[in-house]
Structure formats: C-alpha cells, structure tokens
C-alpha cells in the first residue's frame, strides 16, 4: 500500500491546524493590544487639550530613559525565558530576573537620591528632569510587566496577556486623563503610565500566582547559578545590543530636545507616539507569537524559520503600505481634525515620519530571531551600529531646519532597517550552534 498520499494529507491538515493556531494567538494578543492601545488612541484628542506638546517632551523623555534601563534591568535574561525545552529551567530564569532586577532598582533608589540635587540646571531642563524620582519604580514595574509577560508567552496563556495589556490600556487612559483635569502638567502623563503599569502587572501577577508558588520546588541556588552560566551570553552580549537600541531613541530625543524648543520636541515625540500606536496593534502580538513559534522551532525544526519570517514580512507590508500613504497624503488634515488645530504641525512631521514608522513596522517584529543564542552576536552588532550611526547623523544635521532633519532621519531608518531585514534573512538560514547541552532538571532538584 502507498502511504505517501496519506502521509501528505496529514502533513497538510497538521500545517493548517498550526496556521489556525497562529492566527488565534495573534487574535488573542490582539484583542488585549486593541483595547490598550485603542483607549489612548480615542483619548488623544482630549490629552492634546489637557496637555502642552512641553508635557508630552517631557514624557516622553521620562519613558525614553525608562525604557533604556528597563530593558536591561533583569540582565536580559528576561529574553531566555522561552528558550529551554524544560518548565523547571525556565522558572529558574524567571526568578533569577527578578533577584537581578531587584538588586539593579535598589541602586538606582540610591543613586538617584545622592545625585538628584546634584545635576546641573542645563541638564535638569533638557531632560525636564523633575520625574528622575518616580524612575526606580517604574523600571521595576516595567521590566516585571516583561518578566511575567514572557513566561506566559511561553506557557501559551495569551487570553492572560490579552486581559493584562486590556487593563494597562484602560487604567492609563482614565488616569492620564483625571490627572489632566488636576492640572499636574507631565506629571500627570507620567503619574497615569505608572498607574496603568501598576494595574496591568497586578492583573498577571493574581493570574499567576498559584502556579508560581507550586512550582517553587523546582527553583534553586544551583539551578539559577546553572541558567546563569547556559544563557550567559545574553548579559554579555544582548545587554549592550538592547542599551544601544533603546537608548538610540533616548538619544534621538536629546538631539532633539537639545537642538530644538521644547514645544518642537513635543510635537515630535507626540507625533511618533500616535504614528506607532495603530501600527504596534498588529506587529506586538505578531512578535510575541512569532518568538514563542521560532523558539520551538530552534529546538523541533529549524529550516521551517525562514519561511515564517518571510510570510510574516509580505503580511506586515501589505498592512503598512496604505498607512503610509494616507498620512503621506492627509497627515496634516488628520491632525487637525481629531486633535485640534494647534497640533497642525504634527501631522505635517507624521507625513514625513510616515516612512520610517512603517519600515520598522514591517521589521521589528521579526527582530525575534535575534533572541536565540546562536544569533545573540548578530542583533548586537546591528543594534551597536544604528546607535552610532544614527546619533552622529542626527548631531551632524542639527544645524537643518526640522523639516531637513526629519528628511535625514527618515533616509537613516529606510537605509537601516533594509540592512536589518537582511541580517534577519541571513540569521534565519543560520542552524543552532553545537554549545553546551540544556540543563537537565535533575540539577535543579
């Protein structure tokens, strides 16, 4: 009897049950993503009213050095989370994330109080410094948020995440907005994003509390001593990736901040945030599927990668292209209409802006491939290079008007974010290295 035929309609139905899958965990993200993202969308035009484009420099300053340290808070071993084919060695990451976490806030409390009254004035105005204080809090929110939020990934529970990112929406929104009405200026954007943190790292933190605490026999010293060693290349190497591609933003607004006035710096940063707010729907929760699928990939079948990047890619383009050429075309009347004719002047930079949100639209999300260690060197050198390369165009076009600037910094993303894509493509061909084997759960027993 020929068995081939029978063994290709199965082959099929397994690709399209997994197809059906993908597309349910990306709903699922999806779901949560929309509502989070969709409340600051509708209540924008009310922010603009409640808030001068100074107050969104000076937020966005405040979630721009955020970021930069958030995001290395837990060592980056916050990204090795999905990657070992054991519960119990990942857990140990888990907890390994917040002992190093936690030791990082600390420092950075005390830090802050001895200098805090030091800075300079010309410093304190440029960064609109008077949120320096809050900034041990929120890296800690921040960066656990991102702790939990990639055990979930791995354990599958998109509905929890979905409900998780729901609530920091809706929390942040209604916040902001009350704050607004108090009167409290920056500290009102800022004081509201932490509030919406707060409520949506609550909300996973209920949901996995249970299944932490039963599972605490498997975490131990030499267990997360043994992780440490396995995934070290991801403090040694990622960390500084991740500094330099958070802190590329950082920098870009400094140059800005330093450069221009605060109310150009404003409609800037404002104008970045609202271009990637309907984009960061989709290209989230495509990423956070996209690495949970590549990760078991890595283990069951690499040469299937490849692939799954390159259909990800066509989808995210065909998605991007009509954004595009709508805020091309109309961005100045948008603005005007929804929030207000004093932000006239954003919709004219989210013209200009249109072509760099959408090429790292389409490229962000497959960056995924880049947290599997074998390809850990290759994110890093890439990210190292956009850090220097864009600082020093941005500081040597400081002198253009802002019009020419935004030109120059559109021509920096388009040119290197083509680069990253074929790094990608190149990385994704890349087989696993031959490196020391997963560590077996005896070890951690």
Not at 48 to 62: K, V
Not at 76 to 101: F, H, T
Not at 130 to 144: D, G, I, Q, R
Request: proline residues 4%; contains cysteine; charged residues 10%.
């Amino acid at each position: 009897m020929n068995l081939f035929p029978v063994v290709k309609m199965w082959q099929k139905k397994l690709s399209s049950l997994r197809n059906q899958r993908f597309l349910g965990h990306v709903a699922a993200l999806m779901t949560g993503s929309v509502i989070a993202q969709a409340v600051p969308v509708l209540l924008s035009p009310v922010l603009t009213r409640l808030y001068s484009p100074e107050d969104f420099a000076a937020f966005a300053l405040f979630m721009a050095v955020n970021s930069v340290i958030s995001v290395v808070a837990a060592g980056r071993y916050d990204q090795a989370i999905m990657l070992p084919s054991e519960d119990g060695v990942a857990l140990n990451l888990v907890i390994l994330c917040w002992v190093i976490l936690a030791s990082v806030c600390l420092t950075l409390a005390s830090v802050v109080a001895i200098s805090y009254g030091r800075l300079s004035e010309d410093w304190l105005q440029t960064l609109h410094g008077e949120w320096l204080y809050l900034l041990p809090l929120a890296v800690f929110v921040t960066a656990s948020f991102q702790i939990l939020s990639n055990w979930n990934n791995r354990c599958g529970r998109f509905p929890q995440l979905a409900m998780a990112r729901a609530s920091q929406g809706v929390s942040t929104g209604a916040a902001q907005c009350g704050m607004g009405y108090g009167n409290l200026h920056a500290h009102g954007l800022i004081l509201g994003w932490m509030g919406g943190q707060c409520a949506g790292l609550a909300l996973l933190v209920c949901k996995n509390l249970t299944s932490l605490i039963g599972a605490r026999t498997h975490v131990t010293r030499s267990g997360m001593a043994a992780v440490a060693r396995e995934y070290r290349r991801f403090p040694l190497f990622s960390t500084w990736g991740a500094v330099f591609d958070s802190g590329s933003l950082m920098m870009v607004l400094l140059i800005i901040s330093h450069t221009f006035s605060s109310t150009i710096t404003g409609l800037f940063s404002f104008t970045q945030r609202v271009l990637a707010i309907p984009l960061f729907l989709i290209s989230s929760a495509v990423a956070q599927v996209l690495h949970q699928r590549i990760a078991r990939l890595n283990n069951e079948d690499a040469a299937s990668i490849l692939p799954y990047i390159l259909r990800s890619a066509a989808t995210l383009a065909a998605i991007a292209l009509p954004f595009i050429v709508v805020l091309a075309l109309f961005g100045v009347e948008l603005f005007t209409v929804v929030f207000g004719p004093s932000w006239a002047e954003a919709g004219r930079y989210a013209g200009l802006l249109s072509l760099a949100v959408g090429i790292r639209f389409i490229v962000s999300p497959l960056t995924v491939i880049m947290a599997l260690n074998h390809n850990v060197k290759s994110g890093v050198t890439w990210q190292t290079l956009y850090f220097f390369s864009v600082s020093a165009t941005l500081w040597l076009g400081r002198h253009l008007p802002i019009e020419s600037f935004l030109q120059l910094y559109v021509l920096h993303e388009l040119l290197m974010y083509s680069v990253y894509f074929l790094v990608i493509v190149k990385c994704a061909q890349r087989r696993p290295e031959d490196g020391p084997p997963p560590v077996p759960d005896e070890i951690l027993r």
